[in-house]
């Protein structure tokens, strides 16, 4: 699925990852973070001290991640707002008898309500109840509590309505302003226009090229466009 796959991403960078339906862009995200397994290649990390090799399952510590099966793998419907935001959390929520401390995991669920403004009648309202829109800032909420320093958005607003897109992409922004690292992919050309720094160029399971921030339509569509040459490059 993947093969000759290089690239880096910087704090603050918001990256679109750009590629046609199938092209391995979901693919390259999951493998990322051990979702799906890698047969050779090597990740770096900067710990603040340097770049040091780090595996899959140890970047998943560093990484929010946001799929694009929203209902599927993003959230638990039948659970409540507070539940789902605690999930990637609970380590940091139980108490001496490792059991979750409750007033904690409900501070940490209205501090997310707030901060992402998740309209909800209460803290114990079933996700599944919510619109898509609400929905996808709970998704959002869970992993910014554990405060990651990169994310991994698939199709972060897809099924959502104008107004709730525009919220999500505002988010994102807010994320890369916080320096936080952004990977994004988005089958809507002019959502990744408004949003990126630059552009990678995945085909076939091959980052075949980039592009800068600056790109244009015409630019992104023909990068993107049949390659007669797998090998052939775009920049």
Not at 178 to 200: A, K, T
């Amino acid at each position: 699925m993947l093969d000759d796959i290089s690239f880096e991403i910087c704090a603050g960078e918001i990256v679109g990852l750009w590629g046609l339906l199938g092209s391995g862009r979901t693919e390259l995200l999951r493998a990322l973070i051990g979702l799906d397994p890698k047969d050779a290649g090597a990740i770096r990390w900067n710990n603040g001290s340097g770049l040091t090799p780090i595996t899959p399952e140890q970047l998943h510590a560093h990484v929010g991640i946001v799929t694009e099966d929203r209902r599927g793998e993003g959230i638990q419907l039948p659970l409540s707002v507070a539940e789902n935001i605690a999930l990637p959390n609970l380590r940091s929520l139980l108490n001496k008898w490792r059991l979750v401390d409750q007033p904690r995991q409900n501070l940490l669920a209205d501090s997310m309500i707030q901060r992402l403004k998740i309209k909800v009648s209460g803290r114990q309202q079933a996700v599944g109840t919510l619109s898509g829109g609400n929905q996808q800032k709970v998704v959002f909420g869970r992993w910014l509590a554990t405060s990651p320093r990169l994310f991994l958005l698939d199709e972060p607003t897809r099924g959502l309505d104008v107004s709730a897109k525009t919220e999500i992409m505002k988010l994102v922004v807010e994320l890369a302003e916080q320096g936080c690292s952004v990977l994004l992919v988005s089958s809507e050309l002019e959502e990744l226009m408004r949003v990126c720094d630059r552009y990678l160029i995945i085909s076939r399971g091959r980052l075949i090229g980039h592009l800068p921030g600056s790109a244009d339509t015409q630019a992104l569509m023909q990068s993107i466009a049949k390659v007669s040459d797998p090998t052939e490059a775009v920049s």
